[in-house]
């Protein structure tokens, strides 16, 4: 990485027009002039994430999938999922906007606040689960308030506030921002339930060193396989970059949103929050214009 928490590394991260980068000469991708610099943006992080994680999927044609979490990294993942021909796809979140445009991508939307997503899941493939399954939401899980899964999440309640307190010792809330998910482990154990038996569970959720609770009991007696990770975006470019000069993917379609580099700040609070149609920001340094 190139910077984040102290865990991860020595380099503080960065958001500027210009900066030095050491090592830059192992990282680099030279992009073709057919890529966008929109298109290119989610190359660099998201859509290789996604892709890891259908890969350690290990979809083959025909399987069905889960996707959990539609965000910018989700959206990748169902996107992936369909380059690796899996025959269906489901996508579980409760943000409508999110979900739309994982129906736009045609995967078959799950809202865990008007349905109960395990079962959804158990019903839509005749009692058997999905083949595989992508946790692309991590440790800021939230679990559902509204619906038939709501009376079981609000049981384990407690535990989900454990959970939180020993996964972050320290939280900074102000006006609304910056709240931590109220179920870390909730994608977790849906995930592992939803899953057929010796099915394949793939984690590109963060999770923090911290983070200790997950069902490992109910994997093992489903004889699932576990794969999870970070991802190493670099080894993923070149093929990424030919898929999409070549016109098979547009991974621009996924920016909803351009500010200004000047107002990051308060771009960054209306994705945290989750607004409306907020899933992946382009932000444009001072006197660029957008790309048409």
């Known amino acids: 990485f190139f910077g984040g928490p102290a865990e991860t590394g020595a380099f503080d991260g960065l958001q500027a027009e210009y900066a030095r980068i050491p090592f830059a000469n192992v990282g680099l991708v030279k992009?073709?002039?057919?890529?966008?610099?929109?298109?290119?943006?989610?190359?660099?992080?998201?859509?290789?994430?996604?892709?890891?994680?259908?890969?350690l999927a290990e979809i083959e044609p025909g399987d069905t999938v889960a996707v959990f979490g539609c965000g910018p990294v989700g959206q990748f993942a169902i996107a992936s999922a369909k380059l690796m021909d899996a025959g269906r796809i489901f996508a579980i979140d409760h943000i409508p906007s999110r979900l739309d445009m994982a129906k736009a991508q045609g995967a078959e939307v799950i809202n865990f606040e008007e349905e109960h997503p395990v079962l959804a899941i158990q019903e839509l493939t005749g009692g058997i689960g999905a083949d595989r399954a992508i946790d692309a939401v991590g440790v800021d899980a939230q679990?559902?308030?509204?619906?038939?899964?709501?009376?079981?999440?609000?049981?384990?309640?407690?535990?989900?506030?454990?959970?939180?307190?020993?996964?972050?010792?320290?939280?900074?809330?102000?006006?609304?921002?910056?709240?931590?998910?109220?179920?870390?482990?909730?994608?977790?154990?849906?995930?592992?339930?939803?899953?057929?038996?010796?099915?394949?569970?793939?984690?590109?959720?963060?999770?923090?060193?911290?983070?200790?609770?997950?069902?490992?009991?109910?994997?093992?007696?489903?004889?699932?396989?576990?794969?999870?990770?970070?991802?190493?975006?670099?080894?993923?470019?070149?093929?990424?970059?030919?898929?999409?000069?070549?016109?098979?993917?547009?991974?621009?379609?996924?920016?909803?949103?351009?500010?200004?580099?000047?107002?990051?700040i308060e771009a960054y609070k209306a994705f945290d929050k989750r607004q409306a149609g907020w899933i992946k920001v382009e932000l444009l340094p001072k006197g660029r214009a957008a790309s048409a």
């Not at 992009?31 to 890969?55: K, M, N, V």
């Not at 020993?166 to 909730?186: F, L, V």
């Not at 576990?226 to 379609?253: A, E, F, Q, W």
Request: hydrophobic share 35%.
């Open 31 to 55: 992009l073709p002039e057919e890529i966008s610099d929109e298109q290119a943006i989610p190359i660099s992080d998201i859509f290789p994430t996604g892709y890891f994680g259908a890969e």
């Open 143 to 264: 679990r559902p308030h509204e619906g038939s899964a709501a009376k079981e999440a609000k049981a384990k309640a407690s535990e989900y506030r454990k959970e939180v307190d020993e996964i972050a010792k320290e939280t900074h809330p102000k006006n609304g921002n910056w709240i931590p998910g109220d179920a870390p482990s909730q994608v977790l154990e849906w995930a592992v339930k939803a899953i057929a038996k010796a099915g394949t569970f793939s984690i590109i959720g963060v999770y923090p060193q911290t983070a200790k609770t997950f069902p490992i009991g109910m994997a093992m007696n489903r004889n699932l396989t576990l794969k999870m990770g970070n991802c190493h975006h670099r080894k993923y470019l070149p093929k990424l970059v030919d898929l999409v000069r070549s016109g098979t993917i547009d991974p621009s379609k996924v920016l909803t949103q351009v500010e200004p580099m000047m107002d990051a």
